[in-house]
């Protein structure tokens, strides 16, 4: 009856979908949210995953009424009906597949756009950097810090070196280095990262942010951390034997405890 089964193909995507949207927003799989940077990839995330259980509950689902519904009853010895080609069902699997890919293609676009991740590319080819060749990506660019179009005057500067195996951090205000990097919740940081060997990368889970640092190449990388607190620094980049022991730490303070530590630490009163 085909009125029956277009009811019934209804309802089960209709409950697909609610129960996709349902597991995406009451399984919480990911780290605190401790940037401003995270709430945006986060949505991202969601979508996917709505996407993703969607179709593996919707092919799981439609395996098992397949294996259920059209097993071998007792006497049946035959091969089956013999079927050849349904077009419209092979254009609904073509089609299907081929919107869900352009959405997520464009949507994955719009929200790296969201992140500052389109401004323009501007390199120069001819190996000289000139004041406006640099790049920028989702807050995460890579050129001379001084001509950073994306480092505003209150962000704090921060340098990073990077080696085999450890991040150390320069506060240029105060002329503090640090193994540890130490932050105010609430402020831009602009940081500054080179490496002294290989290629490592800078990732903060709770930030939501992964960046490469490259010796030769210093990359810059901006972000608002938003909430206080104590979170892992990881190395991910494989950079050597000790590639698992280089980890850090990013210490979030309220911008009095921030000042204090600067204080505190400064080799000349700032
Ligand atoms: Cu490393």
Redesign the pocket.
Known sequence: MPKLSAILTLTSSLILGVGGVWIAYNVDMLPVSASMNAPVYDELYRVLFIIGCILFIGMTALVIYSLIQFRRRPGETGDGIDLEGNISLEIFWTAVPAIVVLFVGLYSYDIYDRMGGMQPLMHDHSGKMDNQAERVWGGIGSGPIESSSRTNSSSLPIELT????AFIFHYPKGDIISGELHVPVGREVSLKME?KD????FWVPQFRLKQD?IPGQPTILNFTPTKAGNFPIV??????PY?GG?RSNVIVDEQEDFDTWLKENAKESI
């Open positions: 990077a080696m085999q195996f490496s290989v290629i490592h990368a640092v190395c991910a980049e494989l950079c050597g590639h280089m």
